[in-house]
């Protein structure tokens, strides 16, 4: 009896973390579904072909989010790598993790409207460079954060280890440093890659309806309510992350929620 | 020579990418909330707050933002912590090991959505008790989605929170050595209750303290779901913003600006509770 109830919450609890992903999938096939029935009547290939074929909108922002998002997590991660280093051992670390947490805990579309009187100024508003700006300046302080576990006492001891050898500061970055944070460096990558492919609210604001990622067109479709179409560009939007998953778990863990 | 010049380099460019946006954007925000910049504002004033409390909006706004976190986040943790300690193991290798990690690979735009195709009156749900008998028609069925017990909205912030704190939880349980605690309280003579409600319990509870809080300032910026899940009113902190803000009345955007500047002074506060709790650095 006590196993079958344990049996019975891990079933509950396989279905609460597969059921959504797999009704998605089901949803992005369809082509009827009238109510009460349970499933949809009419499945077909025909929405993928629509969708993903030559020129169509939804291909164009995949293509779109996909280089916001490759470009904000490159620079995000270069840029986080070089700046944790200096909180890191910095007198001041705690004031300026403090500092940095900050924006990171902000609501991006709050941030958002505070900022778009400058990228209005800028000339930054309804197009590419803006948002990936904007997006850059959410991922940053993430990237930032993640990096100060990994400037540790110890990655500090190899480096000077590296100096009294009469080794030099290039030669203790390509030799130890790097090959040290080679595995935090894919990890951050990815998950930066996350935040600004999950973004919209932010993107909404600075990319001022001129600049359609796929989250602006899971909106759109949900507003329109066109849910097979939905259920197609959320599926878009999951698959990186399941992907990622299957290569490695670590890839896709973010605190933001 | 090399070293200061990369340090002041370091210090501009983590300046111009965290700490001056910030600023500027939080500046900007206060002096429009104060009438100092402003296409209709005139010079200082304290009419806009004024105009803001004189309503119950905001309070109702705060309150309401920091129930549906707070709803939510205890739903989360106490699914977590139970599961957490009935399967501690489950997590860390398996094929759990990997389905718990699958919430996290939705936005949040995805979770609301699959919510409100699961929840709403022609949901997947109502079809089913459809099925089963138990209703007869869409209007039978309870209101899931945009309705007043924000059900939609508690559901699908546990859902995109659940993966986290089980994976906290069970980390947590291995790096705290709880199961060393147990067989000491079992041998002492404690029951399995005791042993969970006064050790176990408290020890993950404490020590997930900083993340907790850290976790709910998250939740009170949360703007996609209550979005598309919440019902017009009341509105949380940044539909409310956003809605001041983007819609074409120009007499309500310095309100707007100043539900930004209190949601703002509102996450530096929790933030800095959230350091003081945490002894250590803080870290992702």
Same mark, same amino acid.
């Given at each position: 009896?006590?196993?079958?109830?344990?049996?019975?919450?891990?079933?509950?609890?396989?279905?609460?973390?597969?059921?959504?992903?797999?009704?998605?999938?089901?949803?992005?096939?369809?082509?009827?579904?009238?109510?009460?029935?349970?499933?949809?009547?009419?499945?077909?290939?025909?929405?993928?072909?629509?969708?993903?074929?030559?020129?169509?909108?939804?291909?164009?922002?995949?293509?779109?989010?996909?280089?916001?998002?490759?470009?904000?997590?490159?620079?995000?991660?270069?840029?986080?790598?070089?700046?944790?280093?200096?909180?890191?051992?910095?007198?001041?670390?705690?004031?300026?993790?403090?500092?940095?947490?900050?924006?990171?805990?902000?609501?991006?579309?709050?941030?958002?409207?505070?900022?778009?009187?400058?990228?209005?100024?800028?000339?930054?508003?309804?197009?590419?460079?803006?948002?990936?700006?904007?997006?850059?300046?959410?991922?940053?302080?993430?990237?930032?954060?993640?990096?100060?576990?990994?400037?540790?006492?110890?990655?500090?001891?190899?480096?000077?280890?590296?100096?009294?050898?009469?080794?030099?500061?290039?030669?203790?970055?390509?030799?130890?440093?790097?090959?040290?944070?080679?595995?935090?460096?894919?990890?951050?990558?990815?998950?930066?890659?996350?935040?600004?492919?999950?973004?919209?609210?932010?993107?909404?604001?600075?990319?001022?309806?001129?600049?359609?990622?796929?989250?602006?067109?899971?909106?759109?479709?949900?507003?329109?309510?066109?849910?097979?179409?939905?259920?197609?560009?959320?599926?878009?939007?999951?698959?990186?992350?399941?992907?990622?998953?299957?290569?490695?778990?670590?890839?896709?863990?973010?605190?933001?929620? | 020579?090399? =070293?200061? &010049?990369?340090? @002041?380099?370091?210090?501009? $460019?983590?300046? %111009?990418? !965290?700490?001056?946006?910030?600023? *500027?954007? #939080?500046?900007?925000?206060?002096?429009?909330?104060?009438?100092?910049?402003?296409?209709?504002?005139?010079?200082?004033?304290?009419?806009?707050? =004024?105009? &803001?409390?004189? @309503?119950?909006?905001?309070? $109702?706004?705060? %309150?309401? !933002?920091?129930?549906?976190?707070? *709803?939510? #986040?205890?739903?989360?943790?106490?699914?977590?912590?139970?599961?957490?300690?009935?399967?501690?193991?489950?997590?860390?290798?398996?094929?759990?090991?990997? &389905?718990?990690?699958?919430?996290?690979?939705?936005?949040?735009?995805?979770?609301?959505?699959?919510?409100?195709?699961?929840?709403?009156?022609?949901?997947?749900?109502?079809?089913?008790?459809?099925?089963?008998?138990?209703?007869?028609?869409?209007?039978?069925?309870?209101?899931?989605?945009?309705?007043?017990?924000?059900?939609?909205?508690?559901?699908?912030?546990?859902?995109?929170?659940?993966?986290?704190?089980?994976?906290?939880?069970?980390?947590?349980?291995?790096?705290?050595?709880?199961?060393?605690?147990?067989?000491?309280?079992?041998?002492?003579?404690?029951?399995?209750?005791?042993?969970?409600?006064?050790?176990?319990?408290?020890?993950?509870?404490?020590?997930?303290?900083?993340?907790?809080?850290?976790?709910?300032?998250?939740?009170?910026?949360?703007?996609?779901?209550?979005?598309?899940?919440?019902?017009?009113?009341?509105?949380?902190?940044?539909?409310?913003?956003?809605?001041?803000?983007?819609?074409?009345?120009?007499?309500?955007?310095?309100?707007?600006?100043?539900?930004?500047?209190?949601?703002?002074?509102?996450?530096?506060?929790?933030?800095?509770?959230?350091?003081?709790?945490?002894?250590?650095?803080?870290?992702?």
């Amino acid at each position: 009896m006590k196993y079958s109830i344990k049996y019975f919450i891990l079933l509950m609890l396989a279905l609460v973390f597969t059921l959504p992903i797999a009704i998605l999938f089901l949803l992005s096939f369809s082509q009827k579904w009238v109510f009460p029935k349970l499933l949809p009547e009419k499945l077909t290939l025909e929405n993928w072909t629509v969708i993903l074929g030559d020129g169509h909108v939804i291909s164009n922002s995949f293509v779109i989010s996909l280089s916001i998002a490759l470009f904000v997590a490159g620079s995000a991660t270069i840029l986080g790598f070089v700046l944790s280093r200096y909180i890191a051992y910095h007198p001041k670390r705690r004031l300026l993790t403090f500092l940095t947490y900050f924006p990171f805990a902000l609501s991006p579309v709050i941030f958002a409207i505070c900022l778009k009187y400058y990228f209005i100024k800028l000339g930054l508003i309804g197009n590419l460079y803006g948002i990936v700006l904007a997006q850059l300046i959410i991922a940053l302080p993430y990237s930032i954060i993640f990096f100060l576990s990994f400037w540790n006492q110890k990655v500090l001891d190899y480096q000077n280890l590296v100096y009294t050898l009469g080794g030099k500061q290039k030669q203790a970055f390509l030799y130890i440093t790097l090959p040290l944070a080679k595995s935090f460096l894919v990890i951050c990558f990815f998950q930066c890659f996350l935040i600004s492919w999950f973004e919209y609210g932010l993107t909404s604001i600075i990319g001022y309806g001129k600049i359609s990622t796929l989250t602006i067109h899971v909106f759109q479709f949900i507003n329109e309510a066109n849910i097979f179409y939905a259920a197609l560009s959320c599926c878009l939007l999951i698959l990186p992350p399941v992907i990622l998953l299957w290569f490695n778990k670590r890839f896709i863990i973010q605190q933001k929620g | 020579m090399f =070293k200061p &010049l990369n340090k @002041t380099l370091n210090f501009s $460019i983590l300046m %111009l990418f !965290t700490l001056l946006p910030l600023l *500027a954007g #939080l500046g900007y925000a206060i002096a429009y909330s104060f009438g100092l910049v402003g296409v209709l504002n005139k010079g200082f004033t304290l009419e806009n707050w =004024k105009i &803001l409390f004189s @309503t119950s909006e905001v309070y $109702i706004s705060v %309150l309401y !933002t920091s129930w549906l976190a707070f *709803a939510s #986040l205890s739903i989360c943790i106490f699914i977590s912590l139970a599961v957490v300690l009935a399967f501690p193991k489950k997590f860390k290798s398996g094929i759990f090991s990997y &389905l718990v990690y699958m919430p996290l690979a939705f936005p949040s735009i995805v979770a609301a959505f699959f919510f409100f195709q699961f929840l709403s009156n022609a949901g997947i749900l109502a079809r089913l008790c459809h099925q089963l008998g138990i209703i007869n028609q869409i209007s039978d069925f309870p209101n899931l989605v945009n309705d007043s017990y924000h059900i939609g909205i508690i559901s699908t912030q546990t859902f995109l929170s659940l993966p986290f704190f089980i994976l906290l939880y069970a980390s947590l349980y291995q790096a705290e050595k709880l199961e060393d605690y147990q067989k000491l309280a079992y041998a002492l003579g404690a029951s399995k209750k005791q042993t969970i409600f006064k050790i176990s319990i408290p020890i993950l509870l404490k020590r997930s303290l900083p993340s907790i809080i850290i976790y709910f300032i998250f939740k009170l910026g949360s703007y996609e779901v209550p979005l598309l899940l919440g019902k017009s009113s009341p509105e949380t902190i940044s539909v409310l913003a956003v809605r001041k803000l983007q819609k074409f009345n120009l007499l309500d955007i310095p309100q707007g600006y100043a539900i930004a500047v209190i949601y703002a002074f509102l996450v530096l506060l929790l933030l800095f509770i959230a350091f003081k709790k945490s002894k250590h650095q803080y870290e992702v």
